[in-house]
């Protein structure tokens, strides 16, 4: 279980990976019902100027969920997310990964509050972000 104490300032998340194969890529947008032909047919891509049949905008915040989730154990709750913008393709074939950094931690009450600062890259160019996360975790101590 991590606490609000245990995180510092600056201290970087793992990073997930996420290969995107053309079935990963169907069964994404098939589960939140995002049935556009972009996402799950190369061709239609191609001729709408995509390069390839690409991944969707819940599919992609699945991933910074998922990378703040693992990281912050069962006990993190997932606050506000601001600055999710999508701005280049994340395209079957290809690997998407998730970068997070610690940039703020406060007291608001009886919770701790950490900032987290995400983007996606794939193929090493940032595809989504700079957005942020706030994240309340459990202090160790309650304030009196």
């Known amino acids: 279980m991590k606490f609000f104490e245990d995180v510092t300032e600056g201290e970087k998340l793992p990073v997930p990976e996420y290969p995107l194969s053309m ?14 032909s972009i996402h799950h047919n ?6 709408s100027g995509a390069p390839e049949a690409y991944a969707n905008v819940l599919f992609l915040m699945g991933m910074w969920e998922r990378a703040v989730r693992d990281w912050a154990g069962p006990t993190g709750v997932i606050g506000s997310v601001k600055g999710f913008a999508m701005k280049k393709f994340n395209p079957v074939g290809t690997t998407t990964t998730v970068h997070g950094t ?43």
Not at 42 to 47: T, W
């Open 23 to 36: 079935y990963r890529l169907v069964m994404a947008a098939g589960s939140n019902r995002d049935f556009n």
């Open 42 to 47: 190369s061709e239609y891509a191609k001729n």
């Open 102 to 144: 610690v940039v703020g931690k406060e007291i608001r009450g009886d919770k701790g509050v950490v900032t987290v600062e995400l983007i996606s890259r794939n193929e090493g160019v940032v595809t989504v972000g700079p957005g942020t996360m706030e994240i309340e975790l459990p202090l160790q101590k309650v304030p009196a």
